[in-house]
């Protein structure tokens, strides 16, 4: 066979494909707008101006016009950027030309395509500075739309134009030799823009840059509405001040120590500790919490709603809070910190109560990177690291703010009991003024007395409800925490029944198949013997499950040591055998605490299970429990030589969600249920240096003796 | 048909489950090992008789092999044997995918009842009773004068006797596999050819 010769053939665009980056790319006029603005300020503007001309309604004179002083483009910008679909151009210079030097903020070379959402019809005349000649350019979106109509109707493939075929015309007109920049005139609008819209418009646009910039700008960057309507006739658009706020916190960095500052509430205050870098790298923060009270008098006073944080790149916005969204409860929360809120439970805070805004930078963040279709961000470490950096900041605050509700419920509680004082006092006043007054005057004073007992006794009633309804919600809360652990024991209780059940079924059914069988005689008793075994099995799991149910208050005398090696030697022992892990217990035979079982066990489960997790990758593996009395305290050390845990985290491995072992199933719920559980006995926990070399983790417990 | 049960399994209590017992009033030989490797070693030297292996998935972290390396270790061996996994876990599918790409015949839980396990095991029976080796078997057993008959020549030369034959088919060895093949192979021309009928 002879060999053909080879040709070539190139990719081309469907005429379509303006809908493809446009209006279909960008779905709301807002972003739109956005894309338009952002592309000035790339362009060294320090003003633009949004002007719209009749577009309510609608006239064959309506018109939107951009319009900034920028450094503006000659022929060949035109030629080689602006109409080159998906230019390299601002992903090659990541700054804007000096002076201003500006981290540019488009990257993907499609913005100018959002005109297409505005209006069918664009006129973009451009000027160089010191050049005479004012550069412009048409571009009819509705030539490409009919083109693509008429070709719907068409057989002939291969007759049609591509949308690289259309021609866009050109010409040069004079221009003021001082002047520079670009104007965009949009004609043919598509829709009309009332109040409502253009106020929408003016809130997006002033997220665009941070309510604080980092520094004193030397170029500021201003924008301009101009409309037909009064309030926004001609006004720049600023960022909103934040006011109103019950808490402010700005947490920052030190490159050159090499330090991220982080929140830590710690007994009762909330601090500002330094820590290593993170994963995601130097980042500023600043987190505004408002309170019902604040959150009313913010939304008085601007008209708009808490929104949540939002993340700013080299002082301008990153793309996927860029995108508008008409009704606040349908944002994307990109963070996850609404999430939370469904899987969490009490004292959470949503991205109703928070405002805030991180700053990162392209330099110190590199792999946090906006994902293609603006929706959020690349999911890797980085960004999870961020993520997971956030939360962490408001959980901090979130503790902290529990903790003054709960001072207050105790001044409450204490303010009744005053109350409940006075009125007494007031009675027995009265009851010594009665003996000496006149007839009339002690039926009044017998009203008051009857009126005073009734309010008495419903101050009594609140003191009586107030500790009811504090009761119950703390019974609420340890329900919730006992039913995490739970889950981790039902998928090990599970694991156990199932076994079981299977040998004394299998046991039954061999009885009921071969009964009776001289033959069969030993088989029969060695059978039963397994059957009551594993029965004495089943019990074991199902008393250790039911305690889960028991109320949580009871006190008994515990025996520490015999606690922890039925933990070790019955509970978890299948688990720590499958392992191959080694369990030494040095506790004193007769050291016997005097608390809530459960919580105990509590601790020691969570412990354990941490420490299985931490073994996994290990060779030779050992878990140690050992205590250490003194007249007024025990010390208990748990420890194991796994993975340890890194200096890093050892500030923030008690906070709630937080887990380094997701992957085997950690909810981060372990430790703080640990930590909860001891300081609910006064005690207190800490990690210290591990025991065993050359890793591990040691925990310190100290509880003290009830006297 | 004589079939050899060999159940592995870590947990010692096995060796007196009422599976086991069962296997052994209707079966006669029962082989327990709670040492993987043990159980592993039986399989290899006893390839010439009928074998079929219940294998437990979850080893204890001692063990250097788990059941799925077992299982591979045993396919490698020979293709013939039927194995059941028999666990107390729920198996993910992704892990499935491993006992399918190394044939296990089936899978029991291990809570299933004996009723249950019965048919899977008689099932397995019946599998190994329809294949090929033990089709040569039956046929020396019925017809003593054809064992030691030379059936088989290689291109190189040599020649099998049907009981020769029958042993390197259990071995699975190369001589095995392609008389096996070919076999068939010789089976589906005679039937296309209208030269036999089953």
Known sequence: ?707 | MEVTFVIIDDNKEIEEHPLLFTLEDKFKNVKFYSNPQDGLDYIKNNLDINLIVLLDIEFSKDDKLDGHDLLKEIHNSSSLIPVILWSGINQTNEEFSDFINNRAFGFLSKDCSLEEAMLIVDKAFNNLKNSLDNTIEDWIINNESDKDKPIYFTSSGESYTLNEILKEIRLQTPIGKEFSSKLNSLTIDLLLRKKENL
């Not at chain 1, 006073?301 to 700013?312: E, L, P, T, V």
């Not at chain 1, 000496?436 to 005057?441: D, G, L």
């Not at chain 1, 985290?649 to 372990?670: L, N, P, S, V, W």
Request: with cysteine; glycine share 4%; aromatic share 10%.
């Open chain 1, 1 to 707: 066979m002879a060999v053909k010769k080879e040709k070539s053939i190139k990719f081309n665009f469907d005429v379509s494909a303006y809908r493809l980056i446009g209006r279909e790319l960008i779905t709301d006029r807002i972003t739109a707008l956005f894309e338009l603005v952002k592309n000035a300020y790339d362009a060294n503007a320090e003003n633009v101006t949004v002007e719209f001309i009749d577009i309510n309604p609608l006239t064959p004179n309506s018109k939107i016009i951009i319009k900034d002083d920028g450094i503006g483009m000659q022929f060949s910008d035109i030629k080689n950027k602006w109409m080159v679909i998906g230019t390299s151009s601002k992903r090659r210079e990541r700054l804007s030309p000096a002076p201003h030097k500006r981290k540019v903020a488009g990257k993907k070379g499609i913005g100018r395509f959002a005109v297409d959402k505005l209006g069918d019809k664009l006129v973009l005349r451009t000027q160089k500075k010191n050049s005479t000649e004012l550069l412009c350019l048409e571009t009819d979106w509705s030539y490409y739309s009919k083109l693509e109509d008429s070709q719907l109707k068409l057989n002939f493939e291969d007759e049609k134009p591509f949308f690289t075929d259309v021609e866009n015309k050109y010409w040069y007109d004079n221009g003021d030799k001082e002047v520079q920049g670009t104007t965009l005139e949009i004609s043919q609008v598509n829709e009309i823009w009332t109040e409502n819209d253009i106020s929408r418009a003016f809130k997006e646009l002033s997220k665009l840059v941070p309510p604080n910039p980092s520094k004193t700008n030397a170029y500021p960057f201003n924008i301009t509405i101009k409309s037909p309507y009064k309030d926004f006739n001609n006004v720049k658009v600023k960022t909103q001040l934040i006011d109103f706020a019950t808490k402010k916190v700005e947490l920052t960095f030190d490159k050159k120590e090499g330090v991220q500052e982080i929140l830590q509430y710690k007994k009762g205050s909330l601090n500002k500790i330094k820590v290593p870098k993170r994963p995601c790298g130097f980042l500023k923060l600043t987190l505004y919490y408002f309170d019902q009270a604040a959150k009313s008098k913010y939304k008085k006073y601007f008209n708009s709603d808490i929104d949540g944080i939002k993340i700013y790149r080299d002082d301008i916005i990153t793309t996927p809070f860029a995108e508008y969204v008409a009704d606040q409860n349908k944002q994307k929360d990109i963070l996850g910190i609404d999430k939370r809120r469904w899987s969490g439970f009490f004292d959470r805070f949503g991205t109703r109560d928070l405002l805030g805004y991180v700053e990162i930078t392209d330099e110190n963040n590199p792999q946090i990177i906006e994902s293609t279709n603006r929706q959020g961000f690349v999911d890797n470490e980085a960004w999870e690291e961020l993520r997971k950096f956030i939360i962490e900041q408001i959980v901090q605050l979130e503790s902290y703010f529990k903790n003054v509700k709960k001072v207050e419920r105790e001044n409450t509680k204490s303010s009744l009991g005053v109350a409940n004082q006075d009125l007494k006092t007031l009675k027995k006043e009265i009851a010594s003024v009665k003996k000496e007054a006149s007839p009339k005057v002690q039926a009044k004073l017998r009203s008051i007395e009857a009126n005073l007992g009734k309010i008495q006794g419903s101050v009594t009633k609140s003191i009586k409800d107030y500790s009811k309804l504090e009761k119950e919600s703390k019974q609420q809360e340890n329900l919730f925490m006992s039913l995490v652990s739970l889950q981790t024991y039902a998928a090990m209780f599970s694991h156990m029944t199932k076994h079981t059940l299977g040998h004394i079924l299998t046991g039954a059914e061999y009885f009921y198949n071969n009964y009776p069988n001289p033959n069969l005689e030993d088989r029969f008793i060695s059978i039963s013997k397994s059957i009551y075994k594993e029965m004495l099995k089943l019990r074991k799991g199902v008393d250790f499950m039911l305690k889960y149910a028991k109320s949580d208050t009871e006190l008994e005398e515990i025996n520490l040591k015999e606690l922890i090696v039925n933990l070790f030697d019955n509970i978890y022992v299948d688990r720590l055998n499958e392992e191959g892990i080694r369990t030494i217990v040095e506790i004193k035979d007769n050291l016997i605490l005097n608390y809530n079982r459960k919580a105990i066990e509590d601790i020691f489960d969570n412990l354990i299970s941490n420490s299985i997790k931490a073994l996994k990758n290990n060779n030779e593996k050992i878990i140690k429990c050992s205590s250490l009395t003194s007249s007024d305290e025990v010390t208990i050390l748990f420890s194991d030589n796994g993975i340890g845990i890194k200096e890093k985290d050892k500030h923030r491995i008690f906070d709630i969600f937080y887990t380094d072992t997701a992957e085997e199933g950690g909810a981060g719920m372990g430790l703080y249920m640990v930590k909860t559980r001891v300081e609910a006995m006064q005690g207190n926990i800490e990690v210290i240096d591990n025991e065993f070399n050359p890793t591990g983790a040691t925990f310190k417990i100290t509880l003290p003796f009830k006297k």
